[in-house]
């Protein structure tokens, strides 16, 4: 028999949530970049071990706000957390506790009062991250769960560092005793359920966040219109080829020059890293062919918003 769960990683805004689920798995399975709120989907990816399978999900970071689009991540997160079998609990060592911090201390907490104790399971497992950067503070966030979480034990508390690959180990061990014996949910080869259209798409909005400036990163989406699969080859040899038409899309016209840059130097830019991307990591030679259109205020239309959101 072995061991099987659903484990929502949640957090605020870059306390690193996406770099540990991509360690854990030993792929990228979620977009990692310096900008806050990169990700906006449940992202499951898949950890397997001899002790059994996690399923990470790892969910928006929750951030105070009343816009549209920001509650709509919030929902997906608490969506998420009230799914799960485990819960891990991200904080950010190198920044202050703040309001973020306490409302997500408090749509935890009734999880963790309903089964206290040492030797009970509490269902949630706080990481508290960055303590490789200078200034951080892993005290400060240990009080501040002692304070917010007091029926969590300091047992379940565990200094990391994602970024250095620190005190993760243990961490994981953790998660697979608390989990539920069970049969694994996926395919013991499988370290993400993604559909391939999705991942094409997140892959590409990667590349493009990282190269963008300012707030350009959050009125971006990115829409795979077409692919198909097609064969060819050179010298005898018969390869199989994906092809793929996608469109960055923003939200005005002024934007689509930012992204497509001089002589369209940074669109070709963006393309060639994801295509060397997708072509690591799946098994056919990608062919992709990257354009820019406008949605206008999309972040403010309900359909599109579930479009890119529910998936």
């Known amino acids: 028999m072995t061991k099987a769960a ?14 540990l689920v991509n360690l854990f798995c030993g792929h990228t399975v979620a977009v990692v970049s310096p900008v806050p709120q990169t990700t906006r989907n449940a992202i499951r990816g898949i950890v397997n071990r001899p002790q059994g399978q996690l399923v990470l999900v ?39 506790p703040g309001p973020e911090e306490e409302a997500i201390a408090a749509a935890l907490a009734p999880r963790v009062a309903a089964n206290p ?47 250095n690959n620190q005190g993760v180990e243990i961490l994981l061990d953790t998660l697979f005793e608390l989990a539920p014996w069970g049969p694994s949910f996926y395919p013991a080869e499988y370290y993400t359920d993604q559909e391939i259209d999705f991942r094409i798409a997140e892959l590409i909005r990667g590349e493009a966040i990282n190269r963008l400036r300012q707030e350009l990163p959050h009125s971006i989406y990115v829409e795979v219109a077409d692919r198909e699969f097609r064969n060819g080859g050179a010298g005898g040899v018969e390869t199989r080829r994906l092809w793929v038409r996608a469109f960055i899309i923003c939200e005005r016209e002024s934007q689509k020059g930012m992204i497509v840059g001089r002589g369209g130097a ?46």
Request: proline content about 5%; some cysteine.
């Open 6 to 19: 659903f484990v929502a990683v949640a957090g605020r805004p870059s306390a690193g949530k996406s770099t």
């Open 58 to 96: 790892d969910t928006p970071g929750i951030h105070i706000s009343q816009k549209k689009f920001n509650l709509r991540l919030a929902e997906t997160a608490l969506r998420a957390l009230d799914k799960a079998d485990l819960i891990l609990y991200v904080l950010d060592a190198s920044r202050p």
């Open 117 to 163: 104790g040492v030797s009970a399971n509490p269902g949630i497992i706080a990481a508290i991250n960055k303590i490789d950067l200078s200034g951080a503070d892993p005290g400060r966030a240990g009080d501040f769960l002692r304070l917010h979480l007091p029926a969590l034990p300091d047992q379940f508390c565990f200094p990391v560092s994602a970024k």
């Open 266 to 311: 940074l669109i070709k830019a963006i393309g060639e890293a994801a295509r060397k991307e997708l072509n690591r990591i799946f098994d056919w030679k990608v062919e992709l062919d990257l354009r820019v259109k406008t949605g206008k205020d999309w972040r403010h239309n309900d359909g599109v918003l579930r479009k890119i959101m529910d998936r």
